[in-house]
């Protein structure tokens, strides 16, 4: 069970570094747990999570090694930063910075080079649903964002139905267990049945819908955005993700 939370633009620095003194105190020692932070809290929330069992990673990165990319950061970059591992592919970015899956994939490509691992978002829109088109969506998005000899070590998989980010909509059990076992099968034929790496759920998750997501078939953990923000909720999510472990 991964249980990861995604910040996004917030909270201020202030905010964090009580929120990563709080995270650092809770114990749960079956779960794995991870923090994306935004870039320049890289530094600061690495040193003050020394020796906690929490990983922390960027939220994006470039492609490039380095160059003429004024606001990007590359993937070496990250890692001398503290990162471990980033998140790439978020619905948000592939929005709001025309990210295809494409790109995707050349960032992959360029963290797994620098031995980051990477979660990687996929997650069909309101209207891709309704048109009956989710299923079709995932596939491809997932087929065309893990560049083609990339290794399942250290990849993980985070579904995220873009409708419900940040809404308080949750997918329902029964389309999330069938996203679920459609994206292993794409990643069993790919890397056998034995190597397909973890999958998470991402969409409104918060502490009391976690454990009935997390019983959930194929469902190995959640990428968490707003209440991973609250100290409590991002441990009462952790609970249950160790629970169903
Ligand atoms: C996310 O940002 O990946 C996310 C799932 O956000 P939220 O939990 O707020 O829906």
Same mark, same amino acid.
């Given at each position: 069970?991964?249980?990861?939370?995604?910040?996004?633009?917030?909270?201020? &620095?202030?905010?964090?570094?009580? /929120?990563?003194? =709080?995270?650092?105190?809770?114990?749960?020692?079956?779960?794995?747990?991870?923090?994306?932070?935004?870039?320049?809290?890289?530094?600061?929330?690495?040193?003050?999570?020394?020796?906690?069992? /929490?990983?922390?990673?960027?939220?994006?990165?470039?492609?490039?090694?380095?160059?003429?990319?004024?606001?990007?950061?590359? =993937?070496?970059?990250?890692? @001398?930063?503290?990162?471990?591992?980033?998140?790439?592919?978020?619905?948000?970015?592939?929005?709001?910075?025309?990210?295809?899956?494409?790109?995707?994939?050349?960032?992959?490509?360029?963290?797994?080079?620098?031995?980051? @691992?990477?979660?990687?978002?996929?997650?069909?829109?309101?209207?891709?649903?309704?048109?009956?088109?989710?299923?079709?969506?995932?596939? @491809?998005?997932?087929?065309?964002?893990?560049?083609?000899?990339?290794?399942?070590?250290?990849?993980?998989?985070?579904?995220?139905?873009?409708?419900?980010?940040?809404?308080?909509?949750?997918?329902?059990?029964?389309?999330? !267990?069938?996203?679920?076992?459609?994206?292993?099968?794409? &990643?069993?034929?790919?890397?056998?049945?034995?190597?397909?790496?973890?999958?998470?759920?991402?969409?409104?998750?918060?502490?009391?819908?976690?454990?009935?997501?997390?019983?959930?078939?194929?469902?190995?953990? !959640?990428?968490?955005?707003?209440?991973?923000?609250? !100290? @409590?909720?991002?441990?009462?999510?952790?609970?249950?993700?160790?629970?169903?472990?």
């Amino acid at each position: 069970m991964i249980v990861a939370a995604n910040w996004k633009m917030n909270p201020a &620095l202030d905010q964090a570094s009580i /929120l990563a003194t =709080a995270l650092a105190s809770q114990s749960f020692p079956q779960i794995k747990r991870i923090l994306f932070v935004p870039h320049p809290y890289l530094v600061p929330m690495s040193v003050r999570l020394t020796g906690a069992a /929490l990983e922390i990673g960027g939220q994006d990165c470039h492609f490039a090694d380095h160059g003429a990319f004024t606001g990007d950061v590359s =993937a070496a970059m990250l890692r @001398d930063c503290g990162a471990s591992l980033v998140l790439l592919g978020h619905s948000e970015r592939r929005a709001a910075h025309g990210e295809t899956s494409d790109i995707v994939a050349q960032k992959i490509k360029a963290a797994m080079a620098q031995n980051l @691992d990477v979660m990687l978002c996929v997650g069909e829109t309101k209207a891709e649903r309704d048109d009956k088109k989710a299923e079709q969506v995932v596939i @491809d998005q997932l087929q065309a964002s893990i560049p083609e000899h990339a290794p399942p070590t250290g990849l993980m998989i985070a579904y995220e139905p873009v409708w419900a980010i940040g809404t308080g909509a949750v997918a329902s059990p029964d389309d999330i !267990a069938a996203m679920h076992h459609v994206i292993a099968s794409v &990643l069993a034929e790919r890397y056998g049945a034995n190597h397909v790496p973890p999958i998470l759920y991402g969409g409104s998750v918060n502490a009391d819908n976690a454990a009935s997501l997390f019983s959930i078939p194929l469902v190995g953990g !959640a990428l968490v955005g707003g209440a991973s923000l609250d !100290a @409590d909720a991002f441990a009462a999510i952790c609970t249950a993700a160790q629970d169903a472990a």
